[in-house]
């Protein structure tokens, strides 16, 4: 079990600490339902370290990028960040992952902790015959989220950077919190705005304090990772392992808008027949219309109780204090505000079929 920079920090907070992609993590502080709502409302900070980084450098960078993800990685300039994911052979999403253009030919790769070693053997491969310059820094770097609608008035004093100035999806690499050369970056996987911070494993217990102490008079909490998913849930992000895997294309999965064809990648024939044809099935968002908690891997059924696919993420939305979820149905049963029904045990848990996302930031 690998540890961050920071477990001895959040043991000491009195965080709840269970493993994850192999990682001793926090999962909670106080409770899922106050820390989502602190992200909510405030501000919150998550230590989100165990995911991978990687480094792809030199003249050939470009070239292997666009081979392995799916989105047009020409289209970014230096201090832009691109939503993509990477399709193995057969269609399905090896991972989903965001690319920064840092310099003209270094571009840093964000995955999934639990996909750094298949997402590096991933790569090489592809990379032996291109030769771009790959480094593996996902044990040298940390990453701090913080998050919430007060995150950039919070974090104003830590930084010589205008915050609201950064737009969505875009970085800087600049001074934070007392560490030159950081990357301040304005995503997130929580929908209420703030930022992503990247600095080195020797660095990050500096930063963490200083922006526990710069968020106090704005409410800021640490968050755990069961208040992450609760976020990302009612904003219908996917999670890797749970809504796409190996097995899901990113077509089926509403990933079409990362899916450009416009280049070659991995696989992109069958998926450019695929989106011709049609996908056989599609990922929808429901929400239970009686009381009921759907969970992955329960059935969906239509009104005369036949199968027609299964959840992949659910829980209790603390915002809308409703059941929602995630699941893969046929196409024919995927229309928006169409009935089903979730099998909770021996109940069939009436619910519809709604547009993403279930919560909207007023």
């Known amino acids: 079990m690998k540890n961050t920079a920071l477990t001895k920090t959040h043991e000491a907070l009195g965080a709840k600490m269970v493993p994850f ?70 269609g399905g999403i090896v991972d989903d992952l965001i690319i920064y253009r840092v310099k003209d030919e270094t571009y840093l790769l964000v995955v999934n902790a639990s996909n750094i ?30 998050q919430g609608p007060k995150a950039v008035e919070a974090m104003q004093s830590l930084t010589s950077v205008d915050l609201s100035s950064i737009k969505f999806y875009n970085f800087v690499v600049a001074d934070f919190a007392g560490i030159e050369h950081v990357i301040i970056s304005a995503t997130g996987y929580t929908g209420s705005g703030g930022f992503e911070i990247y600095c080195k494993n020797s660095e990050v217990q500096q930063v963490w304090d200083k922006v526990l102490e710069a968020g106090a008079d704005f409410g800021i909490k640490p968050i755990g990772l069961a208040a992450r998913d609760t976020l990302r849930l009612e904003m219908g992000y996917c999670l890797y392992g749970n809504d796409i895997d190996d097995s899901t294309s990113p077509l089926e999965a509403g990933l079409g808008w990362i899916t450009k064809f416009t280049k070659e990648f991995v696989n992109s024939d069958n998926l450019s027949k695929e989106k011709e044809e049609g996908s056989k099935r599609k990922l929808v968002a429901f929400q239970m219309e009686e009381r009921g908690i759907p969970r992955a891997g329960y059935l969906i059924l239509d009104a005369d109780g036949n199968e027609i696919g299964k959840v992949t993420s ?36 009436p619910a519809t079929i709604v547009k993403l996302p279930f919560y909207k930031n007023t």
């Open 21 to 90: 992609a192999g990682y001793n993590m926090p999962v909670s502080y106080e409770g899922v339902n106050i820390e989502h709502e602190t992200v909510r409302k405030a501000v919150g900070v998550f230590d989100v370290s165990h995911m991978g980084e990687f480094l792809i450098e030199g003249p050939k960078a470009l070239e292997l990028i666009q081979k392995i993800s799916t989105n047009d990685a020409s289209k970014l300039t230096v201090g832009k960040a691109q939503y993509s994911c990477m399709t193995n052979e057969t």
């Open 117 to 146: 070693d298949k997402d590096w053997e991933h790569i090489s491969k592809y990379n032996e015959a291109i030769g771009a310059e790959m480094r593996n820094l996902s044990d040298d770097y940390s990453l701090l989220a913080i």
């Open 314 to 349: 659910g829980t209790m939305s603390p915002s809308l204090s409703k059941g929602i979820g995630l699941g893969y149905v046929t196409v024919e049963h995927s229309k928006v505000d169409s009935p089903i029904f979730i099998q909770i045990r021996i109940n069939k848990v």
